[in-house]
C-alpha cells in the first residue's frame, strides 16, 4: 500500500469508526448494512474472487453462525458465542469442501445453492421438531455496539481478502482461476487451497449471522437462510469486479445505496434492479467497475 | 537406480488400451526421443507420468521413488515438469507471472528467489522482452517456449517436453533445437522429448524410443531407429 492509499484507508476507516456518534438511528442503520455487506462480500471474495469458483451457498454460512448463536443465547456470552458461530461456518465449509471443490463452474453453482437450501430445511425441521418455529431474543446489544462489531469483521475480512490475495495462496488460487489442470502440473496443490480458501471464506460470514440475529433479536430459518442474500453476494461481488480486491467493497457499498433509494421510492424495484445489474454486469462488463476501469491500458 | 524408470505401465480409456507393457529408461541428464504416429499413446505416457492421468498398471519411478499415482503437485514437487502438445498459458496473466507461478510453486524445497528464476527462465527461452505482455496475445512460436519456460521455472531436472516444435516453420524449429540444447547443457537437465519432426528429434536426442499402438516396438541410437523396418512400417504402412 502506497503512504498516501494507507492515509485514505485509516481516514476512511476513522470515519466509519465514528459513524454512530455523526448520524441518526436511520444512518445507523445504513452504516450496519453497509459494513454488513462489506463483510460477506469481501469474504466471498477469498475464494470467488481469487480463483473464481462462485459459491451462491453462503447463505448457509451466514445462517449457520446465526443459528449458533440464538441457541446458545443467554448460555453463552456473546464474544464466545459470535466467534463460535465463525467456526461452526469454517468447519462445515471445510466439511462439504473436499466433495464440493471438485466440481467446477456452473456445477459447483447449484451445488452450492443446493446445500444451502438443504442447510435451510434442514434447521427448519429441527426448529419444528423443537418446537421453535421461530425464537425471540430479550436484550440483545443496541444497533451502535452491533455496528462496531461488524465494522470490525469488515476491517478483518478486508485484511484476511488482502493478506490472501498477496499471499502463495492467493497466487495459487489465481492460477486456478486460469488453468486449473495447468496450476496442478506446475505444482499448486488445488485440492487443499480450494478447500482452504472455501473455509476461509466462510468464517466471517458465520460470525456476520451471528452479529444480524443479534440485530433482529428474532430468528426464523425462512429468514436468515433466504437464498436472496446469497444472490446479493454474488451481484455486490459481480458489478464491484470480485476480480480486484477493491471491487467486493465497492459493489457493497455502492448496491446498499441503490438499495436504500429503492426501499425508500420503490420496494419492489430492489430485486429488478439487483437482477438487472447482475445480467448487465455480466453481459457487458463481466469485470465489474473495477475490470472496467482497469481495461483502457493496452 | 536413478533417473526415470518405466515399468510394464497399462492405461486404457474406456475399451482403448492407449498404454500397454510400457518399459521406458531415461537416465540422469540423457535426453530420449519419443516418437511415434498420432495416437501411439506418447501424451498419455507423458499424463501417465506427470500425474494427470493415472496409470491402470506397472509402476514408475523417478530418482529412486515411486511416484505412480501420485498428485501432478506432488510429481512436480518431486522434480518433474511437462509442457502440453495444446499449450495451457494462464491466458490473462502477463508472461512474467506465468513464469512466476511456477517458480513459486514447483519443487519442493521451494525456491527463495522466484524473481530471479523468472528472469533467468525468460532470458533462457527468448521471453524476457515479452515479459509484460499476456500470454494470450502471444505467438504459437512464443506459446511454446512459454510452456518450456514455465516447466523450467518449476527447478524440474526432468522436463517433459511434449512437441514444442509442431507448428513451427523451419527458421523457428532451428531456433528451439538450439534453446533446447542450451537447456540442457546450462541446466543439467533431463529431457524426454516428443516430436513429430522427425529431423530434429535426431539431432537432438541420444537415444529413442518408438511407440506404436501404446506399445514400444523400438528402441535405440537415432540412427538405428532411422534404418529400423518396423518403425518405418508404423509411420508409412508396410511396404508392397
Redesign the interface.
Same mark, same amino acid.
Given at each position: 500500500m502506497t503512504p498516501r492509499a494507507g492515509i485514505a484507508a485509516g481516514a476512511a476507516l476513522a470515519l466509519a469508526g465514528a459513524v454512530p456518534w455523526l448520524v441518526g438511528p436511520y444512518g445507523l442503520t445504513i452504516a450496519l448494512n453497509a459494513a454488513m455487506w462489506v463483510a460477506l462480500t469481501v469474504s466471498w471474495s477469498i475464494l470467488g474472487g481469487t480463483a473464481a469458483y462462485i459459491s451462491l451457498g453462503h447463505v448457509a454460512f451466514y445462517g449457520l453462525g446465526a443459528y449458533v448463536v440464538v441457541t446458545s443465547w443467554q448460555v453463552l456470552p456473546l464474544v464466545v458465542a459470535v466467534p463460535l458461530g465463525g467456526l461452526v461456518a469454517g468447519a462445515f465449509a471445510l466439511t462439504i469442501g473436499w466433495p464440493v471443490l471438485r466440481v467446477r463452474g456452473p456445477y459447483f453453482v447449484i451445488l452450492t445453492l443446493g446445500i444451502a437450501e438443504l442447510v435451510k430445511y434442514a434447521v427448519l425441521n429441527v426448529e419444528a421438531a423443537l418446537g421453535a418455529s421461530s425464537r425471540l431474543l430479550f436484550g440483545v446489544p443496541d444497533n451502535r455496539t452491533l455496528y462496531l462489531a461488524t465494522l470490525g469483521l469488515a476491517v478483518l475480512a478486508i485484511i484476511v481478502a488482502a493478506l490472501v490475495r498477496r499471499s502463495?495462496l492467493g497466487? $495459487?488460487l #489465481?492460477?486456478v482461476r486460469?488453468?486449473e #489442470?495447468?496450476?496442478?502440473?506446475? $505444482? #499448486?496443490?488445488? $485440492?487443499r487451497y480450494k478447500v482452504f480458501a472455501f473455509a476461509l471464506s466462510a468464517v466471517i460470514p458465520g460470525m456476520v449471522g451471528g452479529l444480524m440475529a443479534l440485530r433482529s433479536a428474532y430468528f426464523e430459518p425462512l429468514q436468515v437462510f433466504n437464498p436472496v442474500i446469497s444472490f446479493t453476494i454474488v451481484t455486490m461481488a459481480v458489478v464491484g469486479g470480485a476480480a480486484d480486491a477493491r471491487g467486493p467493497i465497492l459493489g457493497a457499498l455502492l448496491l446498499v445505496v441503490v438499495s436504500e433509494l429503492l426501499w425508500a421510492n420503490a420496494p419492489q424495484g430492489y430485486m429488478i434492479a439487483l437482477g438487472v445489474l447482475l445480467i448487465g454486469f455480466v453481459v457487458f462488463a463481466p469485470g465489474g467497475i473495477t475490470g472496467a476501469l482497469a481495461r483502457p491500458r493496452p | 537406480m536413478n533417473g526415470l524408470v518405466v515399468r510394464d505401465v497399462g492405461k486404457s480409456f474406456g475399451g482403448v488400451r492407449a498404454l500397454e507393457g510400457v518399459d521406458l529408461d531415461v537416465a540422469p541428464g540423457a535426453i530420449v526421443g519419443l516418437m511415434g504416429a498420432n495416437g501411439a499413446g506418447k501424451t498419455t505416457l507423458f499424463g501417465v507420468i506427470a500425474g494427470n492421468e493415472r496409470a491402470d498398471a506397472g509402476t514408475i519411478t523417478f530418482e529412486g521413488r515411486r511416484i505412480d499415482g501420485l498428485r501432478p503437485d506432488r510429481v512436480a514437487a518431486l522434480g518433474i515438469a511437462r509442457t502440453f502438445q495444446i499449450v495451457r498459458p494462464f491466458r490473462a496473466l502477463s508472461v512474467r507471472d506465468n513464469v512466476l507461478l511456477a517458480a513459486r510453486f514447483g519443487r519442493r524445497p521451494r525456491d527463495d528467489d522466484p524473481a530471479a528464476t523468472t528472469a533467468a527462465a525468460l532470458a533462457d527461452l527468448g521471453l524476457a522482452e515479452q515479459a509484460g505482455r499476456p500470454a494470450g496475445a502471444l505467438t504459437l512460436a512464443e506459446q511454446k517456449r512459454l510452456e518450456l519456460a514455465r516447466a523450467v521455472a518449476t527447478g524440474a531436472r526432468l522436463v517433459l517436453v511434449d512437441e514444442v516444435m509442431a507448428g513451427l516453420n523451419a527458421t523457428e524449429v532451428a531456433a528451439m533445437l538450439d534453446v533446447i540444447g542450451r537447456l540442457h547443457q546450462d541446466r543439467r537437465l533431463t529431457l524426454l522429448v516428443v516430436e513429430h519432426v522427425m529431423q530434429a528429434l535426431m539431432r537432438l536426442a541420444q537415444r529413442i524410443v518408438v511407440l506404436h499402438q501404446g506399445r514400444v516396438i523400438a528402441e535405440g541410437e537415432p540412427a538405428t531407429i532411422a534404418g529400423d523396418a518396423r518403425v518405418s512400417e508404423a509411420y508409412l504402412g508396410a511396404a508392397p
Open positions: 502463495r497466487a $495459487g #489465481v492460477a486460469e488453468d #489442470v495447468t496450476a496442478e502440473t506446475i $505444482g #499448486v496443490p488445488i $485440492g | -
